[in-house]
Nanobody, 123 residues
Framework: QVQLVESGGGLVQAGGSLRLSCAAS????????MGWFRQAPGKEREFVAA???????YYADSVRGRFTISRDNAKNTVYLQVNGLKPEDTAVYYC?????????????????WGQGTQVTVSS
C-alpha cells in the first residue's frame, strides 16, 4: 500500500512558477516510479511527467522545457517544478505511484493516486 498527499498548488499569473510536492508513505519509496498527471475541467486526465526509480525522467511534449520532475528518496517526496505557466496549464494536478510494470504515460498502469492539488493560471 502507498499513500500519497500533494501540496503546493495555487493561483499564479501567466509566466509564474510553482513547486508541487507529493509526500508518499507506506511501501519503500525508492522501489517504485512516480508520475504527475493533470485534469482540466471537462477534459480527460493526462500525463505530465514521470520519474523512474533510478531518476530517468519523461515529459509530455506540452510541458517539456518548462516543467521538471525530481525525487528525494530520503524525504519520500516527488516534486514537480512548474515554470513559465500558461492559462492552459490550469488543472488539478495528481501524483501517482507506478509500483509494477507499466508505461510512463498510461494512467491505467498507475495503482495509487493522491487527492490532487489545484493549479490556476490567470492571464
Amino acid at each position: 500500500q502507498v499513500q500519497l498527499v500533494e501540496s503546493g498548488g495555487g493561483l499564479v499569473q501567466a509566466g509564474g512558477s510553482l513547486r508541487l510536492s507529493c509526500a508518499a508513505s507506506g511501501r519503500t519509496f525508492s522501489t517504485y516510479a512516480m508520475g504527475w498527471f493533470r485534469q482540466a475541467p471537462g477534459k480527460e486526465r493526462e500525463f505530465v511527467a514521470a520519474i523512474s526509480r533510478n531518476d530517468m525522467t519523461y515529459y509530455a511534449d506540452s510541458v517539456r522545457g518548462r516543467f521538471t520532475i525530481s525525487r528525494d528518496n530520503a524525504k519520500n517526496t516527488v516534486y514537480l517544478q512548474v515554470n513559465g505557466l500558461k492559462p492552459e496549464d490550469t488543472a488539478v494536478y495528481y501524483c501517482a505511484a507506478l509500483t509494477r510494470a507499466g508505461t510512463w504515460y498510461n494512467l491505467r498502469d498507475y495503482d495509487y493516486w493522491g487527492q490532487g492539488t489545484q493549479v490556476t493560471v490567470s492571464s
